[in-house]
């Protein structure tokens, strides 16, 4: 570690590992409901249960996100953190804030939250992903911001590199469009318009860039490659993901009451899509192949080459699967959607903060990298996860295509009930790959508790 | 992709290797919207061939000949600058950044037309066809103006040299992607029938 | 293959293309916005539509049901409920809940008044009045 205030970290990692666990938990729960509709009902129904499955995902991730931007800037930016005394009650306000709405989701029903937490005043509850009660919402504005500043802060006190610039940009994006999760007009086509601009810039937009940044950065680390080289490719990347992914929102306008005309803009640009994805891929490797240094830190390696790929099939593969117009007009919002939902969000997103944990924890613990028999164990518990969330994706395609098939296709279409019955053997399936998923999580939480000869810096 | 970082000797592709990834990225996208074009078209012919009636041929043809004109006037500029004529060069290119305002006036009265007659993209596969193209195109006839403009004020300040007129190449590559589009879009849209 | 490939072009390039295809899509946003009301079916948009709605989000519908085909994927697309089984059997449906079949889905209680039901159905039926370039396939959703 070469800057102290990059300690704070440190929390954002361990927090982020927790709510991933308690993410995987409630997934495992539904998965259970997909195929015993009763189990714990009515103590946890589906709906919360779901709410609090994504709702976690979110905020791991943001965590993920913080953390390794507390990390990596002070070290793009050769000076320590602005403040690192904000950035830590930035942390306890967000898992407290975080910690609230998720027990308020499961202690009280969902209409009496929205009514005691002023929702008649503005309506923004109820919609997928930004369920989160008001007082929530505004808190994820002023934890964002406040991270923001911090970091801007930072950066413009020390040396600003295409990494630094490239994250906050992502950030000032994220914050930015968060705004819109406050409009939810009465007109459901407006009201679901919009809605995309939160959850389609953010995913296949501006959480890219941060995504590219954090790859970027522990790929100059672990390789030695000359920062012009890979901070050039960085922008070239994102440049595609922005050419493709802006208008490639129009994908999701297909079917929602949007003009006709989205099926054509949305379809030519989304299927470009997974371009900056296979470029990603590519450049990983590559840059690996160049490597001037054997970096201890074997397991960071593995996590960095496996988010590149694993993001190109989940993000770019699954997504191109079903996104042109005459493909989802019978594909769309059926468990293909929520095979690509589960491959790109592991692939891209939990990947990369995996990654930069693997990297930047062992850094934290005062190690360049952790015993072999930990990294060892970090392997297996990355192999465990990502197969087994492949097979999960793998079970929901067939689970959908199916689906489509009974339900839109055939002569004879059978009603949604009836079908769910017919896949229910998918969904067996793909609750055995995630318990195997959830014993590979466990497994990389043991890792951290492996003890061992560990490498000193050299 | 690899070999852009190793093979830096070979000199095919004018400019700055990144326009050059951003100009396949456009010929992408708008080669698989002409395409897009040509079937639709095939679905619906006498639609088609009816609509296309409506659109201004003439004015389809002088701004072709206008970008192709503007084209040259950069050819020339490119030149200059390799002689190390930045006066000259930034000439050529006001020449050009004014063709390029051309364009976009006389598309703007094509549009002004149209949109006076109700025509939308919602209108018919056609006009969506049109509308888009077109409309796409003339965005990126914006953008090649500014990069222009930004060439233009660096060679007026003499920025540029006989050893450093990379910046001038790339704008100009752009530039003619422009114009190379249009070359295809007109015929496509405006006359084949 | 070019002879040169900076970062700085390449930031220039970024700078340049993402502005450049954010107008784009705000220019688009703009057309669709002007086009929306001969399509959104908001002139039927009532009070009690408008109350559904809201009854729609704070039950938290979309945690199990699709809504033209976004929400979850656990239990039926509604936004063609209203033809597809008719305001007398939606209303039944919702106040018969839980069935309490052994090893079904289960859908919650709610506890809504008449009135409120009545709103809720005033909001499936205007969703499902929406132009949504045919979608679903059929009436199955």
């Given amino acids: 570690m070469k800057y102290k205030s990059q300690a704070v970290a440190k929390l954002y990692f361990i927090a982020a590992i927790g709510l991933f666990l308690g993410q995987i938990l409630f997934g495992l729960i539904m998965g259970l409901q997909y195929v015993v509709g009763d189990f714990l009902f009515p103590v946890i129904p589906f709906n919360v249960a779901r709410m609090v499955h994504t709702n976690l995902l979110i905020v791991w991730l943001l965590f993920g996100f913080m953390g390794a931007s507390y990390y990596l800037i002070p070290e793009e930016s050769e000076t320590e953190l602005y403040s690192p005394k904000l950035a830590i009650i930035t942390f306890w ?208 390696v593995l996590w960095a080459l496996g988010t590149s790929v694993m993001a190109f099939l989940g993000a770019g593969l699954w997504g191109f699967l079903h996104t042109l117009a005459p493909i989802n007009y019978y594909t769309h919002g059926t468990q293909l959607t929520a095979a690509h939902g589960h491959l790109a969000f592991f692939g891209a997103y939990a990947l990369v903060v995996l990654t930069m944990i693997s990297y930047a924890m062992p850094i934290l613990r005062g190690r360049a990298a952790n015993p072999e028999r930990a990294q060892i164990m970090e392997m297996w518990s990355f192999w465990l996860m990502t197969i087994s969330m492949f097979f999960i994706a793998l079970f929901l395609t067939g689970a959908g295509i199916v689906q489509v098939w009974l339900q839109r296709m055939s002569p004879t279409p059978m009603s949604f009930m009836a079908v769910q019955d017919q896949i229910s053997i998918f969904y067996w399936a793909r609750e055995g790959a995630g318990l195997v998923f959830l014993i590979g999580l466990l497994l990389y939480i043991g890792s951290f508790f492996v003890k061992g000869e560990s490498r000193a810096f050299e | 992709m690899p070999p852009a970082i190793n093979i830096n000797n070979q000199d095919d592709l004018p400019g700055d290797f990144a326009i050059w990834i951003f100009i396949f990225a456009e010929m992408l996208a708008f080669g698989v919207l002409f395409v897009a074009y040509a079937f639709s078209r095939a679905q619906d012919v006498e639609l088609f061939n009816a609509s296309q009636l409506t659109l201004s041929r003439i004015s389809g043809a002088i701004n072709t000949l206008v970008l192709i004109t503007s084209s040259y006037f950069v050819v020339q500029g490119v030149a200059a600058i390799k002689r190390g004529l930045n006066k000259q060069c930034a000439h050529w290119l006001t020449g050009a950044f004014i063709l390029g305002g051309v364009f976009v006036v006389i598309k703007m009265v094509e549009f002004h037309a149209k949109f006076a007659a109700d025509i939308t993209m919602s209108t018919n596969n056609f006009y969506m066809f049109y509308l888009s193209l077109t409309f796409f195109h003339f965005m990126h006839v914006l953008m090649g103006m500014v990069i222009l403009a930004m060439i233009i004020m660096k060679a007026k300040r003499g920025g540029y040299s006989t050893q450093d007129y990379v910046g001038v190449e790339t704008g100009a590559s752009f530039w003619h992607m422009v114009d190379f589009l249009w070359i295809i879009l007109f015929p496509l849209v405006y006359i084949i029938r | 293959m070019s002879a040169t490939f900076t970062k700085s072009m390449a930031r220039n390039v970024f700078y340049g293309g993402g502005v450049f295809f954010f107008l784009l899509f705000i220019a688009l946003t703009f057309d669709t916005m002007k086009v929306l009301p001969k399509r959104d079916n908001s002139q039927n948009i009532t009070p009690a539509v408008e109350h559904g709605k809201k009854l729609w989000e704070t039950n938290n519908c979309i945690g199990c049901h699709t809504l033209l085909g976004e929400g979850a994927y656990f239990a039926p697309e509604l936004g063609n409920v209203y033809p597809r089984r008719g305001p007398d059997f939606i209303k039944a449906w919702i106040k018969g809940q839980p069935t309490g079949v052994p090893g079904r889905r289960q859908m919650p209680q709610f506890n809504l008044t008449d009135a409120e039901i009545d709103d809720l159905v005033a909001f499936l039926k205007y969703a499902s009045e929406i132009n949504t370039n045919k979608w679903p396939p059929n009436i199955e959703g």
Avoid: C
């Avoid at chain 1, 002023?142 to 994250?167: D, E, H, P, Q």
């Avoid at chain 1, 906050?168 to 819109?180: E, K, P, Q, Y």
């Avoid at chain 1, 390789?223 to 012009?228: A, I, L, M």
């Avoid at chain 1, 371009?275 to 960071?300: C, G, Q, S, Y």
């Fill in chain 1, 93 to 300: 306000i967000f898992l407290v804030a975080g910690a609230v709405t998720v027990l308020g989701y499961l202690l009280v029903p969902y209409a009496s939250l929205a009514k005691w937490t002023g929702n008649d005043l503005l309506n923004t509850m109820g919609r997928e992903f930004l369920e989160q009660p008001l007082p929530t919402k505004v808190g994820i504005v002023i934890v964002a911001l406040s991270w923001l500043f911090n970091i801007v802060m930072t950066v413009l006190k020390g040396r600003k590199t295409a990494i630094s610039i490239v994250l906050s940009l992502g950030m000032l994006g994220l914050a930015v469009f968060f705004l819109f999760s406050f409009y939810n007009p009465v007109n459901l086509v407006k009201d679901k318009f919009y809605w995309w601009w939160v959850v389609h810039l953010w995913v296949e937009g501006v959480w890219e860039l941060i995504l590219g940044a954090m790859l970027a950065f522990v790929l100059i680390k672990v390789t030695g490659v000359d920062r012009e080289v890979v901070e050039k490719w960085l922008y070239v990347i994102i440049t595609m993901t922005l050419v493709t992914g802006i208008i490639g929102t129009g994908h999701h306008y297909f079917w929602i009451g949007a003009p006709a005309y989205w099926q054509w803009w949305g379809s030519v640009f989304s299927a470009l899509e997974p371009i900056p994805f296979l470029m990603m891929t590519i450049f990983a490797f590559n840059m690996v192949n160049k490597r001037r240094r054997e970096h201890p830190n074997k397991a960071a």
